[in-house]
T-cell receptor
Framework: GQQVMQIPQYQHVQEGEDFTTYCNSSTTLSNIQWYKQRPGGHPVFLIQLVKSGEVKKQKRLTFQFGEAKKNSSLHITATQTTDVGTYFCAGPSGTYKYIFGTGTRLKVLA | NAGVTQTPKFQVLKTGQSMTLQCAQDMNHNSMYWYRQDPGMGLRLIYYSASEGTTDKGEVPNGYNVSRLNKREFSLRLESAAPSQTSVYFC???????????FGPGTRLTVL
């Protein structure tokens, strides 16, 4: 069946270092979503990418959708303690539902 | 607007007990979802309702039932709880098809 994998599973960085998480799908995706979940909280939508090769920026966050629409990445420049949490990608499976990746847990050391 | 609300926030059950998790949204969304989240497993879809009056199985439906009571409410029932159902349960909704999902605060369920 369709799978969405994320690497790495965990990442510890010093505050100010950069961070990247990668998302890989076993099938071509029509779009991809990214969510952030703070410790003890619920997932919160960050962005949706639709076009092949699309790059979108939100302040220090850069999101990229691969040319083949089977992979995506989230890059955070100069991490801050507020970036702590788990980042999930999600790809559509059918018309109404998504499959979530396993997530990358980010810890930022001050 | 409250967005997506879930009750209860915490629950402890004994094996074999039953309970219903409640979810409501006030955004006039068509589609609603129930996920469970286990450490290292990400979010797995249990059931979803594409629109009022319809429900469908997700990845892990065994041991659960759902009811889309009306457009606002989508409940998840555990008929005979098992320790393997210890998890955090999230309800989510979306306005149309494959768009942004809004999540509730979650229910932390422990089955002893």
């Amino acid at each position: 069946g369709q799978q969405v994998m994320q690497i790495p599973q965990y990442q510890h960085v010093q505050e100010g270092e950069d961070f990247t998480t990668y998302c890989n799908s076993s099938t071509t995706l029509s779009n991809i979503q990214w969510y952030k979940q703070r410790p003890g909280g619920h997932p919160v939508f960050l962005i949706q990418l639709v076009k092949s090769g699309e790059v979108k920026k939100q302040k220090r966050l850069t999101f990229q959708f691969g040319e083949a629409k089977k992979n995506s990445s989230l890059h955070i420049t100069a991490t801050q303690t507020t970036d702590v949490g788990t980042y999930f990608c999600a790809g559509p499976s059918g018309t109404y539902k998504y499959i979530f990746g396993t997530g990358t847990r980010l810890k930022v050391l001050a | 607007n409250a967005g997506v609300t879930q009750t209860p926030k915490f629950q402890v059950l004994k094996t074999g007990q039953s309970m219903t998790l409640q979810c409501a949204q006030d955004m006039n969304h068509n589609s609603m979802y129930w996920y469970r989240q286990d450490p290292g497993m990400g979010l797995r879809l249990i059931y979803y309702s594409a629109s009022e009056g319809t429900t469908d199985k997700g990845e892990v439906p065994n041991g659960y039932n759902v009811s889309r009571l009306n457009k606002r409410e989508f409940s998840l029932r555990l008929e005979s709880a098992a320790p393997s159902q210890t998890s955090v349960y999230f309800c989510a909704s979306t306005g149309r098809g494959l768009s942004e999902q809004f999540f509730g605060p979650g229910t932390r369920l422990t089955v002893l």
